[in-house]
């Protein structure tokens, strides 16, 4: 399993960024897939969620309609469009091989930073 994330970077508060995560050595397709995110001196925190199909998400409550997940199974690829940022967004995320319930524990990338600053 290999997960890159990208699209990370410093931005002000309200403004937008737009991850992505590029899967391979495993079926992408059949596999639920997450964001989690971990800020300076906490614990992975559970994002997003997407099923296989990509018709079905879940967020945070903290996400409070700011994020979008979405991905492409034609391209292997998985997205998380951010908007609304916040400093309290500040966090590494990584995506995650898996659902809500194994996000926080199951295969994930090496992580892209994200600091909201002005």
């Known amino acids: 399993v290999q997960l890159v994330e990208s699209g990370g970077g410093l931005v002000q508060p309200g403004g937008s960024l737009r991850l992505s995560c590029e899967a391979s050595g495993f079926t992408f397709g059949v596999i639920s897939m997450s964001w989690v995110r971990q800020a300076p001196g906490k614990g992975l925190e559970w994002v997003s969620s997407?099923?296989?199909?990509?018709?079905?998400?879940d967020y945070a409550d903290f996400v409070n309609g700011r994020f979008t997940i979405s991905r492409d199974n034609t391209k292997k690829a998985l997205y998380l469009q951010m908007n609304g940022l916040k400093p309290e967004d500040t966090a590494v995320y990584y995506c995650?091989?898996?659902?809500?319930?194994?996000?926080?524990?199951?295969?994930r990338g090496q992580g892209t930073q994200v600091t909201v600053s002005s």
């Open positions: 997407i099923n296989t199909g990509g018709y079905r998400t």
């Open positions: 995650a091989a898996g659902g809500r319930d194994v996000a926080t524990r199951t295969n």
